[in-house]
């Protein structure tokens, strides 16, 4: 059974920084491009960022692309975010999601945490 676990999350005051972890298990990691999407209330989900199996091209939405950087650590398993100058706007519930290298969709999905920044 395919388990990602994201951790990390919390409140941060704007400027600030927070890095979020993503546990995979049942799934061979690196086998799988990961990505990051965060969801604000009553919006959409939102795509942050995603990278490649062996961590070797990464890309990001505009909105975070110079503050937020994606890495991983296949020999962990776990995926990464640092975020830095945290903005108010960037409050959600961020998740982390695997898909294999061939299929645009992700098909793996982790339960979420939360990042609130205060003003």
């Known amino acids: 059974q395919v388990q990602l676990v994201e951790s990390g999350g919390g409140l941060v005051q704007a400027g600030g920084s927070l890095r979020l972890s993503c546990a995979a298990s049942?799934?061979?990691?690196?086998?799988?491009?990961m990505g990051w999407f965060r969801q604000a209330p009553g919006m959409e989900r939102e795509y942050i960022a995603h990278?490649?199996?062996?961590?070797?091209?990464?890309d990001y939405a505009a909105s975070v692309k110079g503050r937020f950087t994606i890495s991983r650590d296949n020999a962990k398993n776990t995926l990464y975010l640092q975020m830095n100058s945290l903005k108010p706007e960037d409050t959600a519930v961020y998740y982390c999601?695997?898909?294999?290298?061939?299929?645009?969709?992700?098909?793996?999905w982790g339960q979420g945490t939360q990042v609130t920044v205060a003003s």
């Open positions: 049942g799934l061979t990691f690196n086998t799988y491009t």
């Open positions: 999601a695997a898909r294999r290298y061939y299929n645009p969709t992700y098909v793996h």
């Open positions: 990278i490649m199996w062996m961590g070797d091209r990464v």
